[in-house]
């Protein structure tokens, strides 16, 4: 069943002076989650999240705290995601099988977890559990003293070091360690894919990750036996902390290009101490007091926890706080990973879709996360060369990138000569490199970000699209009468062809959400200084050449069409012609000259398959990669809009104990499907202009009953903090004071007196 929070959550987000910050932070402890009996079976965890990917995934069942911990950038040598293992702790000399009670609690506002049970003969057993950077810090305290068995199991290490993954005693610390041979998969793709491995980034051939175990004590470890590890087959590993009252254990992960393994170890032990561990537990104090300052919403707070709208609001809180993993991270964080590992034999390749991953980037945005954006940007930075590498291939300029991106940037689907996916419906999906560049764009406006460390790449996507669609001009011939060859005639309109919307018309001409897309994000870089001079001249003469939103018409009702020709329709996963309305914000609320256009759309949208209709008429359900919500939002559709956010975040959603265990539970959480929540709330209550002095579009889809507490940002650096009760905007504040001119609210709300 899904979890019950302790209390209601109240996310108030009004820390404008200090006085008022203290009682932000109150509010976000009314969000914690707490359990009040031991779990059933692994899928039934709670997430705790560290930095740099790290993560772990902690449970309490059969007498012992079970921890799974986690790390995004633990990737083998043929690109799939590595594991590290299962660790367990239990006192020795006292049964906690079948506690008399039990308490399991997470605590978002400290970034901590901890786990209370009482054993049938009354001794107390109390574990804390935080995350001190990638350092899962483990405190046990008994009422009584007792040593305090540790195993660590893995499914794949073995005592006589199995291929590159070993287990070793450093310095008093149990340490896995792996370290990948080379790249393998890299070489091999880039081989059937024209491209040079040695171009190509290195950060497969030279990856090792691993956990080290450490305490304040040393432990005697005993070496590894065979043992089933969570049901697989595998080798346990075990040590024993001396009796004592309180016990300090920590976790070490770590995972990166030349990482020395070896350093967990004397890092876990070196946390451990009792000189060390203050500083460090008052870094990881600060950290989630300034993440928690950033933004945030809260729903109904007088309503209580069984109240749908309010369980959006505080899963809205704690799916942010799961997301908080990846600050400093190196990778995107895996899109659908959780506290079950995968079976040996089905390893989880190591790739990321662009449609799926964009919503990761949209919700860090949504949240103010600037650092939480920074590795799903850098996924595009990063792997310039071989986009541009791939350009070549396909005789265009600039760069291109595949829907489907390895790690070093190679395609994760067949090629053909051109490097480019052979599939039809992937061979010519464009559009996501743009939609990055576009996300920048809109971090730039509203957080301040520096837009010129992603300024090449951004550039030559666009270059490398106009360059793919424009035909290359026949060589001059000498003139007549030995006059010197005319001038080579100036290209005339874009024509994009072929091409796919979404993959959901491959074969495409002018697809609506690539359009969309260079019509957005092409003017905005020729209006910005940080662009070269010569570039932005390029840039304004290629906005002259864009074709116009794709329309058509059905009877009297004028929309927007997926594409102006559309060989045929496959699938219905996406609409492509409304990405005009989100996330590019051509037509709908933040441009109410189009939102008639755009309504139309959707409701054409909805007809079922099968009856006469135009090809953007096809069922959307809404999956995992969907940002239904956030087109419902940009629509201006407020009733729809709650019914949506309800479906998509409440805790009806929920195939496990946690309430965003969204997907199947042995896969969850689905990232993705949580990330369009996040995005699409923050778009129910906002939508600006792209533009420092625009116009700020407020509430465009709040539902009238619906009582709400919000900060969000807006473009020109805006912070909007505002209150919401009994249907009315109650109080509304905007940083800096000046942009409270520019904001304007749907019909019938109007603004409280300053």
């Known amino acids: 069943m899904p979890a019950s929070p302790r209390a209601a959550c109240l996310l108030a987000l009004l820390a404008l002076v200090p006085a008022a910050a203290q009682e932000h932070l109150r509010h976000i402890a009314d969000c914690r989650v707490t359990w009040q009996s031991p779990s059933a079976r692994a899928a039934d965890a709670m997430p705790l999240p560290g930095t740099k990917g790290a993560a772990a995934w902690v449970r309490f069942s059969e007498g012992a705290l079970r921890i799974r911990p986690t790390h995004g950038a633990a990737i083998t040598e043929d690109e799939a995601y590595g594991t590290l293992g299962w660790v367990r702790l239990a006192p020795e000399g006292v049964d906690l099988a079948s506690p008399g009670s039990f308490r399991q609690t997470l605590i978002p506002e400290e970034g901590a977890m901890t786990v209370e049970v009482v054993a049938g003969d009354g001794t107390k057993v109390s574990w804390r559990l935080w995350f001190g950077a990638e350092t899962l810090v483990v405190e046990t305290k008994l009422s009584r003293p007792l040593p305090l068995r540790l195993v ?15 287990v070793d005693v450093v310095d008093g610390a149990l340490l896995y360690a792996h370290r990948n041979a080379g790249a393998r998969r890299t070489r091999q793709l880039a081989a059937e894919q024209g491209q040079d491995a040695a171009r190509l980034s290195p950060t497969i051939a030279t990856r090792a990750y691993g956990l080290a175990l450490a305490g304040a004590t040393r432990a005697a470890w005993t070496p590894g036996v065979p043992a089933k590890v969570e049901g697989i087959p595998g ?48 870094a990881a104090e600060q950290r989630w007091e300034d993440f928690w300052r950033r933004g945030g919403v809260a729903i109904n707070p007088k309503a209580g926890p069984s109240d749908p709208a309010h369980q959006v609001g505080r899963n809205h809180t704690l799916a942010r706080f799961l ?169 005339g309109p874009l024509l994009l062809q072929p091409a796919s919307a979404l993959g959901v018309c491959p074969g495409a001409t002018n697809p609506a959400d690539l359009v969309a897309g260079l019509r957005a994000l092409v003017p905005f870089l020729s209006s910005r200084e940080q662009v070269p001079a010569a570039e932005r001249q390029a840039l304004s003469a290629l906005a002259a050449r864009l074709p116009e939103l794709p329309l058509a018409t059905r009877g009297e009702t004028e929309f927007l069409a997926p594409a102006a020709k559309c060989g045929r329709v496959v699938g219905a996963l996406e609409l492509p012609e409304l990405h005009a309305s989100w996330p590019f914000g051509l037509v709908g609320v933040a441009s109410p000259t189009g939102l008639e256009l755009a309504r139309a759309t959707w409701e054409l949208a909805k007809e079922p398959r099968g009856e006469p209709r135009s090809p953007t008429s096809l069922r959307r359900g809404d999956v995992s990669g969907q940002p239904t919500l956030a087109l419902l939002a940009s629509l201006g559709l407020a009733d729809a809009s709650g019914k949506a956010a309800v479906a998509k975040l409440s805790d009806a959603a929920a195939r496990a104990r946690f309430p965003l265990s969204h997907g199947a539970p042995e896969s969850g959480p689905d990232l993705a499907s949580v990330a369009a929540g996040v995005a699409g709330l923050h778009a129910m209550l906002v939508a600006s202009e792209p533009d420092p002095k625009g116009r700020i579009f407020l509430l465009p889809a709040w539902p009238r009953g619906w009582d709400v507490t919000f900060r969000v940002r807006a473009a020109g650096g805006t912070v909007v903090d505002g209150v919401v009760e009994g249907g009315r905007l109650t109080r509304l504040v905007t940083t800096p004071a000046e942009r409270r001119d520019d904001i304007v609210l749907p019909e019938g709300w109007s603004l409280p007196a300053r």
């Open 235 to 282: 080798h346990e590993w075990t040590g024993v902390w001396p009796a004592a009252s309180e016990h300090v254990t920590t976790l070490t992960l770590g995972a990166a290009p030349g990482l020395a393994t070896e350093d967990l170890a004397r890092r876990g032990t070196t946390v451990a101490s009792p000189e060390v561990l203050p500083s460090v537990r008052l």
């Open 323 to 491: 997301l908080a993993a990846n600050q400093g991270a190196e990778l995107p964080p895996r899109l659908s990973g959780g506290p079950v590992e995968t079976p040996p034999g089905t390893p989880a390749p190591a790739t990321w879709t662009g449609q799926g991953l964009r919503l990761l980037g949209w919700a860090a945005l949504a949240g103010a996360d600037d650092d939480l954006l920074t590795p799903v940007l850098r996924l595009y930075r990063d792997r310039h060369a071989a986009a541009q590498a791939r350009a070549k291939l396909a005789k265009a300029a600039g760069a291109l990138w595949p829907e489907t991106l390895t790690v070093a940037g190679l395609s994760a689907a067949p090629t053909g000569p051109d490097g480019m996916p052979r599939d039809p419906v992937l061979s010519r999906h464009l559009t996501s490199p743009i939609e990055y560049g576009w996300m920048a764009a809109r971090a730039h406006l509203e957080l301040g970000r520096d837009l010129r460390p992603d300024l090449p790449w951004i550039l030559d996507a666009v270059r490398g699209i106009e360059s793919l669609h424009t035909p290359k001009p026949p060589a001059a011939k000498p003139g007549k009468d030995g006059k010197a060859p005319a001038a080579p005639a100036a290209p």
């Open 152 to 166: 660590y199991g893995h499914t794949v290490a073995s005592p006589a070091r199995r291929g590159d993954d070993r």
